[in-house]
């Protein structure tokens, strides 16, 4: 990511109120559409040229693949992020697991980290408490730390195994997910293709899924 980019996102580092008055307050409805959807073209173009180079895609997914307990991790609209990437990675690997703070507790897998886990954290500004705590617990508990956020110097990037630092500029009041989304897309393509057994399992989740009928008729 290069510093002009990165001056680009340190503006995101306001609250969302900030950012509705600085963007999108006494706009008008077309004018602000217009300014979204150039910020998301450029935005994607930058996020497709930054995935293409940087090797800690490739990294990244292998540390997932090899670890025996793949726990994810997010709060807040985090959490969206968190959700998507398990119930992507759970389609062709064994034993992913959302830590929702309700089934899946953090207190619950703290007390039992294996060196063979691995905890993939998404950690974007506004940056939870929760999610630095539980991940710098893990983290010392012996896990292996992935960490999914915005700045180079947030507060996870020093401890983690692997850092994917995605850029989330935005014309709007809210940070853009679009390059968040990508990195989830890319990374669980990236995972599913080199996991031993995913194409047996992907098998047996369609013939089970037709067995249940989960699906309207094609």
């Given at each position: 990511m290069s510093?002009?980019r ?6 995101e580092?306001?609250?969302?109120h900030e ?16 300014r ?12 497709l ?7 800690a895609f ?8 090899a ?5 994810v991790l997010g ?17 062709g690997?064994a034993?992913?697991?959302l830590i ?5 507790r ?10 063979s886990?691995v ?9 939870r408490?929760y999610?630095?705590?539980?991940a710098e ?5 012996g896990?292996t730390?992935?960490v ?5 110097d947030?507060p996870l990037?020093?401890i983690?195994d ?5 850029d989330?500029?935005?014309a ?8 968040v989304?990508?990195?989830i897309h890319?990374l669980?393509?990236?995972?599913t ?7 047996r ?6 013939r ?8 309207l008729?094609?």
């Open positions: 510093s002009e990165r001056d680009v996102n340190a503006v580092l306001g609250s969302p950012r509705y008055d600085a963007r999108v307050q006494r706009r008008s409805a077309l004018v602000l559409k217009r979204v959807i150039e910020q998301e073209r450029e935005q994607l173009a930058h996020a040229d930054w995935a293409a180079e940087d090797p490739e990294r990244t997914a292998a540390l997932i693949v670890a025996r307990r793949r726990f709060a807040a609209k985090s959490f969206t992020y968190a959700s998507l990437i398990a119930m992507d990675l759970s389609a690997l034993n992913v697991v929702d703070g309700t089934i899946v953090p207190l619950d897998v703290l007390s039992d980290v294996r060196s886990d905890l993939v954290a998404f950690s974007l500004a506004r940056y408490k999610t630095v705590d539980i617990l893990f983290k010392k508990a896990g730390l992935v999914i956020t915005d700045t180079p947030a990037v020093s983690a692997e850092c994917l630092i995605v989330t500029a935005s709007s009041f809210a940070n853009s997910p679009t390059s989304a990508l990195v890319i669980t393509t990236l995972t293709a080199s996991a031993k057994g995913a194409g399992r992907l098998l047996e989740r369609d089970l899924a037709e067995d249940l009928g989960l699906y008729d094609e």
